[in-house]
């Protein structure tokens, strides 16, 4: 038995600012070529692997370090920490059973079909300026909007709302991000933003508790497992979470798929061939090959010994999903990006593993499967126009600019 702290890893910095496009890839090729399976950063362990990544993110030894960040990071009271202390991520055990069981029914695949004739509205009003000027920033044109309009939606609150809806995912889901807990200036902005989402959202639940709709807080409120129903602040926070979670990340996953497919014309000819067939695949892959989640994290609240290997309790695991997504032990020619491969084949990491594995999944595969199918239909040839903006992958690996050029089919 060795001590992980005894190992000689190699080093990776994930809170590296400038971490993202062709260095990103080679960085975590070059932790991947050398044959092992861990690395180190500062304050964490990084597993490469997908067997590893998935044991340590389904192990009860483990939890989601929300907490602890809050705490090195000095969130030790406002509206920020009030969320954090209720964030469905940072609970455990029978808690978290029960909050899913009551979420679950609202985001299941037949529950989340109810929303895609909205999402092909959203996808044709905002595609429709766009389309004359045969080049665009489809990030503004597109992935930005069309999420919030879709959670909106769902969530069945006003779609003017939207922009505001972004806005308070983008600030809040930082709180999962190094580099902006770093900044005093930022965590002011995301205490202000949390405040101001629990403002707005506890008369829309009122409202909808007298008068409910077909929409997810309706559900939530009538949701009831064994006589037992969400209080309001369970409510709220389960409102904010899926907010969310549910804006920035689908925004970020679409902008990567389509700047793959603009990267790969014979993918791109494929999925115009046949966007009903290979639209759900190509959404797949692009989850695959670029995932806007290249790290999942969890505290060891006991000893762990794996492979030999022995973690202590305390130790945080970073679970990387990129290096998990390209494991050759797993995946058939990982580095291909390939929409055509039949079936999903093994689980990828992008939505993490275990209790917390992403309650959104669903949800989020339909919005890129209709964006794709729908682009697909509408565009002939797609190319790059200039160099995309990349966010680093810190936090959500995000996209600030996609400029693209096309002639329309
Ligand atoms: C491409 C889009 C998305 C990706 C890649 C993604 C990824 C993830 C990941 C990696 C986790 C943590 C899993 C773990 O640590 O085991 C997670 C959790 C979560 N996601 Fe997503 N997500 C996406 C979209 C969404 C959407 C659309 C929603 C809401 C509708 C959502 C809501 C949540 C929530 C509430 C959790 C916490 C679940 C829990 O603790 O039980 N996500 N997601």
Request: with cysteine; proline share 6%; glycine share 8%.
């Amino acid at each position: 038995m060795t001590l992980v702290a005894e190992l000689d890893l190699p080093d990776l910095d994930i809170a590296d600012p400038e971490l993202y496009g062709e260095r990103w890839h080679e960085a975590i090729a070059r932790l991947m070529d050398g044959g092992g399976w861990l690395a180190r950063s500062p304050l964490a362990t990084i597993v490469l692997d997908r067997e590893a990544g998935e044991h340590f993110l389904r192990t009860k030894a483990a939890i989601f370090p929300g907490r602890l960040i809050a705490q090195l990071f000095g969130i030790v009271d406002g509206p920020l920490h009030e969320q954090i202390e209720g964030n469905i991520i940072n609970t455990n055990g029978d808690e978290h059973r029960r909050l899913r069981s009551l979420v679950n029914p609202a985001l299941a695949p037949r529950a989340v079909i109810r929303y895609r004739p909205a999402m092909r509205e959203f996808l044709a009003d905002l595609w429709a300026p766009a389309a004359a000027a045969g080049r665009c920033d489809l990030v503004e044109a597109l992935c930005k909007p069309y999420p919030a309009r879709t959670i909106a939606t769902v969530m069945g609150a006003p779609l003017d709302d939207a922009p505001r809806l972004h806005d308070w995912s983008m600030w809040i889901q930082r709180q999962f991000d190094p580099i902006a807990l770093s900044d005093a200036d930022q965590v002011a902005i995301i205490q202000r933003k949390v405040g101001e989402f629990y403002d707005w959202v506890r008369p829309l639940i009122a409202r909808r508790r007298d008068d409910p709709a077909d929409d997810l807080i309706s559900s939530l409120i009538a949701a009831e497992e064994a006589g037992d129903r969400l209080s309001d602040k369970e409510l709220e926070n389960l409102v904010l979470n899926i907010l969310v979670g549910g804006v920035d990340t689908t925004q970020s996953q679409l902008a990567h798929a389509v700047r793959l497919l603009a990267l790969h014309p014979d993918q791109w000819g494929a999925l115009r061939a046949d966007p009903d067939g290979l639209a759900a695949r190509a959404a797949e892959e692009a989850l695959r090959f670029e995932p806007i989640t290249p790290f999942t994290a969890r505290l060891l609240v006991e000893e762990v010994t794996y492979r030999d290997v022995t973690f202590p309790e305390g130790t945080v695991i970073v679970v990387c999903a990129y290096s998990g997504n390209r494991d050759p032990a797993v995946f058939a020619h990982p580095e291909t990006f390939d929409i055509t491969g039949e079936g999903k084949g093994p689980r990828m990491l992008t939505f993490g593993a275990g209790i917390h594995y992403c309650v959104g999944a669903n949800l989020a595969r339909a919005e890129l499967e209709e964006a794709l199918a729908f682009l697909a239909r509408r565009i002939r040839t797609l190319r790059l126009d200039g160099e995309p903006v990349l966010q680093s992958v810190s936090g959500i690996y995000g996209t600030d600019a996609l400029p693209i050029a096309f002639e329309s089919a």
